[in-house]
């Protein structure tokens, strides 16, 4: 089984508690990080600027992927993540980067990957991109990068037409992305009308909610520390759904797998990520006692 992902790796700057952290970061990243602890093979295209310290980050992310590097002659994007309370502001610096079709096509064609993570940050892969690949491709998304806008550095959410997401097997989105796609209960329930693949909603310290084969689940995120930083943790949670669907996971397995990945990264950070085991057997036998909630009465019913 072998997993495509195509996305940027960026440099990342996590302020928390008024103290920085420095090191790598982009959607890329975590979810290599988390499939190489979960022992699943992965392709990735993937662009850098000319600072990126790629011997480095080879050596840091493990040796389960095969990584081929579009490099631009320009600095490495950059996220700023400032986090005051259980808020966070994002800056960026040095986007601007695009994945053109024919590259794509040509690097994940000859090897045809049992599911083709489309993981963009901010714009670089386009809705009618997403909408060729699902051609070629079953195609997981995580929208956050077409959402996203900048404006003075600054990063903020606007709205798109969600209508491509059907043609994917699985979309991993935040609140916040979730209300920029579907405003309202009805938009919610039409698109889930028929859909066949995962559909996931997290939501921080509040856990998070999966749909997969007409099964609608609850997943408790376990207990963080109010100051941690949760950079990361919907790409782990990605890497998860990701590499359920290639082996064939029940909705149940999936959501514990995914909040036992975010919990370890949180709080161990991205070293720690072989814990998961510790707490995947536990919030399984949970999630199969309290899952069953429909998450369209918990999103829009708060």
Known sequence: MTVGLVGLLALDENVVGGVERRGFGGSVYYVSKALDTLGLDYRVLTAVGSDFPIEMFLEDVGYGGVFHFLRYSGPNLVFRNVYIDDSRVQYVRNHGYVFYMDVMLDFFCPSKPDVLAVLPIIGEVSIGDILVLSKYFDVAVDPQGLVR???GGRVSGSPIDPRYLSKCVAVKVS????????????SM?????????????TMGREGSLIYL???????????????????????????????????GYSVFELGALASSLCYTLISSGVGGL???RSV???LLD??????????????YGR
């Open 175 to 186: 609140m916040d992305e979730l209300y920029l796609l579907y405003p309202d209960r009805l």
């Open 286 to 299: 949970l999630v199969d006692e309290i899952g069953r909630k429909i998450f369209l009465d918990i999103l």
């Open 149 to 151: 806008r900048v404006s």
């Open 213 to 247: 084969d007409d099964v609608y689940v609850y997943v408790p995120a376990p207990p963080v520390p109010r100051d941690a930083d949760t950079t990361g943790a919907g790409d782990v949670y990605m890497a998860a759904i990701l590499y359920g669907l290639v082996n």
């Open 280 to 282: 995947y057997d536990e």
């Open 189 to 201: 329930e039409v698109f889930l009308d028929g859909y066949g693949g995962v559909f996931a909603v």
């Open 274 to 276: 072989m814990g998961y």
